[in-house]
């Protein structure tokens, strides 16, 4: 009789044992599909506004620059971007300033592309924090962000 109650037990371990393991599996995996579909989303968001920042500024330095093109590439720009996060409004200030002014020297272009650097560096922080990478290493900069929110 003991060594069937021995066998029973061990049997109910088992399964329990596996039944936990196939919910973890599941969890795990059902979390890394979400993870790896918002990665790939940033990662199209990045290389969307990174074209579209590039055709801005190309556009904005031509000595016969077009207000309108501008100003529609902006505003294809601002579908991409949220007004009420800090972490886009040094880019948004830039995109403004360039529709007011002429480009004269290299202090607007650097001015626009450090706008356009910290938002492009911002997102793919946050990239990196949502697959779970480098947290300790980017902290001051996680934490930035998330302030940013």
């Avoid at 590439?73 to 007011?100: G, T």
């Avoid at 002014?101 to 290299?106: A, L």
């Amino acid at each position: 009789m003991s060594a069937q109650l021995a066998l029973i037990i061990a049997t109910t371990i088992t399964s329990v044992t596996t039944l936990l393991v196939l919910i973890f599996n599941t969890l795990t995996s059902n979390r890394k599909m979400l993870t790896d579909a918002v990665t790939m989303n940033r990662m199209r968001w990045i290389e969307e506004v990174r074209s579209l920042m590039h055709e801005f500024i190309v556009e904005y330095m031509k000595p016969s620059c077009s207000q309108s093109k501008l100003a529609r590439i902006k505003a294809k720009i601002d579908l991409y971007i949220r007004f009420d996060s800090p972490a886009y409004s040094a880019l948004e200030e830039e995109l403004d300033n360039c529709l007011k002014r002429k480009y004269e020297d290299e202090s607007q272009y650097r001015d626009y592309m450090k706008a356009c650097q910290k938002t492009l560096n911002d997102v793919w922080v946050r990239i990196k924090i949502e697959a779970g990478m480098d947290r300790a290493k980017n902290r001051d900069v996680v934490e930035e962000v998330r302030k940013a929110e």
